[in-house]
C-alpha cells in the first residue's frame, strides 16, 4: 500500500459550502490553546479550536510531571482536555489544520480548515478498542517516539479527548477485520476530507513548539548509536503511561546503572543555526534526573552543561536538592558521543572548570534538546497582512501587551513567541484570552449604530 494514499484522499476534499461564524478561532490544541478558549469561552465568546492531531493536549499530554513541584501532568491537563470539549461555547475540531487566513478588514477574518477523515463515525464509535484489538498491523507508535507499536487502526493515547478511534489507511491492509468487530458499526471507509470556511472576528495562534532534531547534531550518534535518546523519550520512559515498567534501555531491555545528560542540543549553538536559549532544558533534566532516582536508586547520573540556568520561582532549590540527591554536574561542552561494543556509550568531553579534554562511559545517554518555532506553517499561510517572526521564527509581539501581534485581532501565545515553561504558558494564554476580549467588545461597540427615533416628526 502506497504511504501517498491518504495525501491523495485530502487532495479530493470536498468543499462545504455552509458558513460557518465565530466570534474566535484558536489555532493549536495544546494547554495554550485550551486555556485561552475555556477564557474566552466562560466570557460567553463562541470558539472554535482547530487542533492538527488527533487529540488535544498537545506536548504536557506526554510529559510525566512538572518542575519544580513534580506535580503530574496529566493530572494538570486532562481535566482542561475533557473540559473544552465539553464547554457549550467551544467547538473542538482535531485532525484539522488550517490552510488559509484571509485577513479582510479590522475584525474581519475568513478562515479556511481542512478536516481530515478519520474512517470513523465519530458519533458512533465508543472507543471500546476492539477494533484496535484486532487489527493484524503493528508500526512505531509516534506519540511514544517510536518506543512501542500502535495498530493501523487505533486510539491515540489512553487518555485521549475525544477518544475516537483513526484508521492509518497508509498502512492499513484493509483485511476488514476492524469493520467486522465493531459492535456500533463505526468503521467507514467511504468517508472523505472536508474544506470549511469560517468567519471570525479574531484569532489566537497558540501553535506550540517542535523539538530540535537531534540527528541533525551528527556528533553525538543519535540515530545511530542504539542507547542515546532524547528527553522527550526519557519522559516517556518515566510516564505514568509509559510503554515498560521501567527504565530501559533500547538496545537489550537493561536496566541502565549509569545515565549522563547532555544539555543545549539544538539550542545555544550557533553551528545549528540556534544561538537561543530553550529556557526549560536544564530543569527538565533536573526534573528527570530526580525521577530517575527515584525509579532505579542506585543509578548514577550525571549531567553535561555549560552551566544551570535555574531563574525562575523554586529553581535554585530544585537545582540545589538534585546535587543533594546525588546528582553530578560536570560543567563542560561534550564533543563526540560514541557507541561501544558492549552497548555502552562513550562521552568525550571538555572539562571547562580543568581546561582537559576527558571521556566516560555511560549504560545510557540521554540528549536534552531545544525548542523550535512550529508557527512556520500559519505564518505562511496568511494573506492580506504580513505576520512578523524573529530570526528563528518565532511570533513578535508588542513588548507593551505581549500577546498583541503586528496584525490587528490576531493574538498569539505560549511557545509560538519564545520558548517557556508551563506555568508562564498558562499566564500568556490567559492574557491573550483576556486582550482578545477586550478587542471583541470594543469592536462591538464601534460597530453599534446609533438609532434615532423619529415620532411626529421629532427625532
Known amino acids: 500500500m502506497g504511504n501517498d494514499l491518504f495525501r491523495k484522499i485530502l487532495e479530493k476534499a470536498e468543499i462545504v459550502n455552509e458558513p460557518l461564524n465565530y466570534d474566535v478561532v484558536v489555532i493549536g490544541g495544546g494547554i495554550a490553546g485550551i486555556e485561552a478558549a475555556l477564557d474566552l469561552a466562560e466570557m460567553d465568546y463562541k470558539v472554535l479550536l482547530v487542533e492538527k492531531e488527533t487529540t488535544v493536549g498537545g506536548k504536557m ?11 503530574c501532568a496529566s493530572c494538570i491537563s486532562t481535566p482542561k482536555m475533557a473540559a473544552a470539549a465539553h464547554h457549550p461555547n467551544i467547538e473542538l475540531w482535531t485532525y484539522s489544520e488550517v490552510t488559509s487566513i484571509d485577513v479582510k478588514g479590522r475584525g474581519d477574518f475568513e478562515v479556511t480548515v481542512l478536516k481530515k477523515p478519520r474512517f470513523v463515525n465519530d458519533a458512533l464509535c465508543t472507543g ?3 477494533c484496535e484489538d484486532v487489527c493484524p498491523v503493528v508500526i512505531p507508535r509516534e506519540l511514544d517516539y517510536g518506543l512501542r507499536g500502535r495498530k493501523a487502526a487505533y486510539i491515540p493515547f489512553d487518555t485521549a479527548v475525544p477518544k475516537i478511534t483513526v484508521v492509518d489507511v497508509d498502512n492499513c491492509i484493509f483485511c476488514g477485520q476492524c469493520e467486522r468487530v465493531c459492535p456500533a458499526g463505526a468503521i467507514d471507509f467511504t468517508q472523505k476530507p472536508k474544506i470549511y470556511r469560517v468567519k471570525t472576528h479574531a484569532l489566537i495562534i497558540t501553535t506550540g513548539y517542535r523539538l530540535f532534531p537531534a540527528e541533525r547534531k551528527e556528533s553525538y550518534g543519535y540515530g545511530k548509536v542504539p542507547n542515546v535518546i532524547t528527553a522527550m523519550q526519557m519522559e516517556r520512559l518515566l510516564s505514568p503511561t509509559r510503554p515498560f515498567n521501567s527504565v530501559l534501555r533500547p538496545s537489550d531491555g537493561k536496566e541502565p546503572s549509569s545515565i549522563g545528560y547532555v544539555l543545549c542540543v539544538g539550542s545555544r549553538d550557533k553551528t545549528v543555526g540556534n544561538p537561543r536559549c530553550s529556557q526549560v532544558c536544564c530543569m527538565y533534566s533536573i526534573k528527570q534526573a530526580q525521577l530517575i532516582l527515584g525509579a532505579v536508586p542506585l543509578a548514577d547520573v550525571t549531567i553535561y552543561c555549560m552551566d544551570i540556568r535555574a531563574y525562575g520561582k523554586g529553581f535554585e532549590e530544585f537545582y540545589q536538592k538534585a546535587k543533594a ?3 553530578r554536574f560536570v560543567r563542560s561542552r561534550v564533543a563526540k558521543i560514541e557507541g561501544l561494543p558492549n552497548g555502552n556509550v562513550k562521552v568525550i568531553y571538555e572539562d571547562i572548570d580543568d581546561g582537559k579534554v576527558k571521556s566516560a562511559e555511560h549504560d545510557l545517554v540521554v540528549l536534552s534538546v531545544g525548542l523550535l518555532p512550529s508557527s512556520n506553517d500559519v505564518v505562511s499561510i496568511i494573506h492580506g497582512a504580513k505576520l512578523t517572526v524573529d530570526a528563528l521564527g518565532f511570533i513578535i509581539t508588542d513588548p507593551s501587551a505581549p500577546t498583541q ?8 501565545a505560549g511557545c509560538a513567541t519564545g520558548p517557556k515553561d508551563i506555568p508562564d504558558t498558562i499566564l500568556e494564554a490567559a492574557s491573550a484570552a483576556a486582550r482578545c476580549a477586550a478587542y471583541l467588545r470594543l469592536l462591538k461597540q464601534e460597530r453599534m449604530t446609533t438609532v434615532e427615533v423619529v415620532s411626529d416628526g421629532e427625532k
Open 325 to 327: 540527591m546525588g546528582v
Open 61 to 71: 499530554l506526554l510529559l510525566s510531571k512538572v518542575f519544580p513541584t513534580l506535580d
Open 405 to 412: 501581534t503586528n496584525i490587528e485581532g490576531i493574538f498569539a
Open 128 to 130: 471500546c478498542g476492539k
